[in-house]
């Protein structure tokens, strides 16, 4: 049976949209369709919802849970950085909301070939993109030490960096490393029995920065917020789910950025491409998800939703 990916927050966020009848919504982040189908479902007098996604897998099956709205929903495969050029091919101005849902589906990371997990053997992939050339292979056999160790370090907070990047470099000049197991395996064995965490996985802060650095996560994060703030009508709603500490620092600083103009210097929050001071912080704080949640979905432990709107 197909994997159907459990939406995190789903009422909070689609709530937070606060769709207006005759109203265009864009949903980012499409997956299995779980937000778009309530977006539809709950807003029946909305004009339409774009949706997107960059795995082609995923797109086929929200593509038939939303049949019953084809007439007003427009699928792309694409990646979110480009939601300007998608609009404007949906043959839309600007739209009244976005939600942009983080990370990977559950159906991703279930499928052990898809190589995103540290649980299930597969081939050293984690594209969430498979048109895109990059694979963690390449990152873990072909990246040089220096970079390598940043990588672990700056996308995974990595303590052991260091030492986990030591153990991949002699491990890559006998013979290449080349499954999940494998990886995860000599990740474990490079750091000292007594200081393995017992909460998590050993190996998961590095397979998340091997994720981030394969689909360049956070540059793109950046990017899509900026893109986003740009394509909001008056009083749109950005509605961002992220699931770590990193992607959560960059919408916070990114929106409070914007938000607070006017136009300052680009920096690793922004590109300097905004128009600062066109939108306004809606939670102050981050919605997190009720402990009824979190104890049917563990996946939404992490979650946090910011909400911005167009001013
Ligand atoms: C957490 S899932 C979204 C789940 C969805 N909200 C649902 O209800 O099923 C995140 C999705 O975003 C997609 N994605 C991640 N980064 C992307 C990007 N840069 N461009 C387009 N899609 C992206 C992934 O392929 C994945 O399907």
Redesign the pocket.
């Known amino acids: 049976m197909e994997t159907l990916?459990v939406?995190v927050l789903l009422a909070e966020a689609v709530e937070s949209l606060q769709c207006r009848a005759n109203g265009f919504y864009l949903d980012?982040?499409?997956?299995?369709?779980?937000?778009a189908l309530k977006i539809l479902k709950d807003n029946p007098e909305i004009k339409g919802l774009i949706a997107?996604?960059?795995?082609q897998d995923?797109i086929e099956q929200a593509q038939s849970r939303l049949a019953p709205f084809s007439h007003k929903t427009f699928i792309f495969r694409?990646?979110?950085?480009n939601i300007k050029t998608i609009t404007k091919q949906a043959g839309v101005k600007e739209v009244d909301g976005i939600l942009i849902?983080?990370?990977?589906?559950s159906r991703?990371l279930e499928d052990g070939n898809r190589g995103f997990s540290f649980n299930l053997r597969g081939p050293l992939d984690m594209r969430?993109d498979r048109n895109q050339s990059m694979t963690a292979f390449d990152i873990v056999n072909k990246t040089p030490a220096p970079q390598l160790e940043q990588i672990l370090r700056d996308y995974g907070e990595e303590h052991y960096a260091a030492r986990i990047t030591r153990k991949l470099v002699m491990q890559r000049t006998k013979e290449p490393i080349t499954d999940t197991l494998q990886l995860s395996k000599l990740i474990t064995a490079s750091i000292p029995p007594s200081r393995r965490p017992r909460r998590i996985h050993p190996a998961t802060k590095s397979f998340q920065a091997l994720r981030i650095a394969v689909?360049q996560?956070l540059d793109?994060l950046v990017t899509v917020i900026e893109e986003a703030v740009s394509i909001l009508s008056h009083k749109g709603r950005l509605c961002i789910i992220s699931f770590h500490s990193l992607e959560d620092r960059i919408v916070k600083h990114t929106l409070r950025k914007i938000a607070r103009g006017p136009i300052q210097p680009p920096d690793m929050y922004t590109t300097g491409n905004t128009q600062a001071g066109t939108i306004r912080i809606i939670t102050r704080k981050p919605i997190v998800p009720q402990r009824e949640e979190t104890q049917k979905n563990p996946r939404a432990r992490s979650a946090k939703l910011r909400v911005a709107e167009k001013v």
């Open positions: 990916h939406p980012a982040t499409l997956g299995s369709g779980g937000h997107l996604d960059c795995d995923t694409d990646n979110f950085i849902d983080l990370g990977v589906s991703q969430m689909n996560e793109n």
